[in-house]
């Protein structure tokens, strides 16, 4: 377990980066033969993100709840995602392929996902008393000083680091 960070801290991540949200609803929760091998599916996709770092992923966390799942990526570009949705090579490929033909439209289990892209110094991130997380583990984890003690100043700071 990582160690709490006692204080106030904010991330520092360089250049345009991407955060992707995607999630996965169970529907049915009874049809587990439809849902169970959909989430079965991300683990090895992670595995082979994690293993290849040239592949764009900068981090990840993720959450199950009753219903489904949630995981908040940070990737180094849209085209690096998207480059990893597309080839065939990679887990993502097979595993769409699987959905659409074990799911489909039958409205067992539902998927979605956001991209969101971030312009360099263009996010504001707070974290108090806690261990890294999130974007300051996508990046760096930073103390933040008086000048980055409000949401302006460290949107301002992030905004000058962009212009250095």
């Known amino acids: ?10 991330a520092e991540v ?15 929760w009874w049809k ?11 683990g090895p996709m992670m595995r082979e993100l994690i293993r290849r770092k040239e592949l764009g ?3 990840f966390t993720s959450w199950a709840g009753p219903r489904g799942t949630l995981m908040v990526q940070y990737w180094r570009s849209v085209e690096h995602l998207e480059d ?12 769409w392929k699987r959905w659409n033909k074990l799911v489909g ?3 067992d289990v ?15 991130v707070l974290y108090g008393n806690m261990p890294p997380f999130g974007l ?23 905004a000058d680091q962009a212009a250095a």
């Open 1 to 10: 377990m990582a160690k709490v960070v006692p204080g106030w801290m904010t």
């Open 14 to 28: 360089d250049g345009d980066f991407v955060v992707f949200l995607i999630g996965m609803r169970i529907n049915k």
């Open 32 to 42: 587990l033969h439809k849902w169970l091998p959909i989430a079965a599916t991300m």
């Open 57 to 59: 992923l900068l981090h």
């Open 84 to 95: 990893f949705a597309k080839d065939a090579r990679l887990p993502h490929h097979p595993a």
């Open 105 to 107: 439209s039958s409205g």
């Open 110 to 124: 539902g998927v979605w996902h956001e991209t969101y892209v971030v312009q360099n110094g263009t996010f504001e």
């Open 136 to 158: 300051a583990e996508a990046g760096r984890a930073v103390p933040l000083t008086r000048a980055t003690r409000g949401a302006a100043g460290r949107r301002a700071n992030n």
